[in-house]
């Protein structure tokens, strides 16, 4: 007996569903407050939906959850028990998806903070402490803030963020304020998509930067440009957090 999902059927069955009720992926993606191209995974076989999508995905698509993990319709009232066994495995299996995505995450952190940890601290031995301050300090904020988009954010909001205009977003010691630009769950996949590669791109280009400066100027400039580069790079991270919540709100 397989216990493991199929994502080609899973994927033929919802498209099947879909078009049989006269849906565009991007209008179902609406329905559920995801992308379309989430949506296009999803029936590709190349992704499983998080399993909290997948009652919303079964109320959209007129199906059982149950219906949804056997990828087909139930048609006997009485399941027998081994079946039974087969939809809750899978629905284990299905939880257990984010975390393979999670696993990914945390080796692409663990690169990229020992990348910037390492010409970070060939900065400092190079030059010193004069040119080091603003430089690891915004490494740490980097690190910290990419550690919690990485592996802690909630990867979905509240149903009054998508009811309500809010432009404030707090969870613990996190917060994220855009004057103007509001939270939803059409645009928060794309906020903490951008957020997690600005962040990490930050915390190795970085210090790349400012050794490349100090090896091409001479006298203040370098210690100038690093100063400026460092506290750019703070502002630089939400220039794409906007981009991602303006263009999919």
């Given at each position: 007996m397989n216990y493991e999902l199929d994502k080609e059927k899973f994927g033929e069955f919802i498209a099947k569903l879909r078009k049989e009720r006269g849906m565009t992926q991007k209008e179902l993606a609406e329905r559920l407050f995801v992308s379309d191209k989430a949506v296009s995974k999803w029936e590709r076989g190349q992704s499983l939906p998080d399993i909290t999508m997948l009652n919303p995905l079964a109320d959209a698509l007129d199906v059982t959850a149950a219906e949804l993990l056997n990828c087909g319709k139930i048609e006997d009232e009485k399941v027998d028990v081994s079946q039974v066994d087969e939809i809750v495995e899978k629905a284990i299996a299905l939880d257990n998806e984010p975390n393979k995505s999670k696993r990914k995450r945390f080796k692409i952190y663990v690169i990229c903070l020992l990348l910037g940890a390492a010409a970070t601290y060939y900065f400092y031995k190079n030059n010193g402490a004069q040119y080091y301050q603003s430089l690891i300090v915004i490494e740490i904020l980097t690190a910290i803030f990419g550690a919690y988009f990485m592996f802690f954010v909630k990867e979905r909001l509240p149903k009054y963020f998508d009811d309500?205009?809010?432009?404030?977003?707090?969870?613990?010691?996190?917060?994220?304020?855009?004057?103007?630009?509001?939270?939803?769950?059409?645009?928060?996949?794309?906020?903490?998509?951008?957020?997690?590669?600005?962040?990490?791109?930050?915390?190795?280009?970085?210090?790349?930067?400012?050794?490349?400066?100090?090896?091409?100027?001479?006298?203040?400039?370098?210690?100038?440009?690093?100063?400026?580069?460092?506290?750019?790079?703070?502002?630089?991270?939400?220039?794409?957090?906007?981009?991602?919540?303006?263009?999919?709100?």
């Open positions: 309500n205009k809010v432009d404030y977003y707090t969870d613990g010691f996190f917060r994220l304020h855009t004057p103007g630009v509001y939270y939803n769950n059409r645009n928060w996949p794309y906020i903490i998509k951008n957020a997690r590669i600005s962040l990490m791109v930050t915390m190795v280009a970085l210090p790349v930067a400012a050794i490349l400066v100090r090896m091409f100027f001479s006298g203040s400039l370098p210690y100038i440009l690093v100063t400026t580069f460092s506290w750019s790079a703070i502002l630089g991270i939400f220039v794409p957090i906007y981009h991602g919540a303006i263009k999919y709100k």
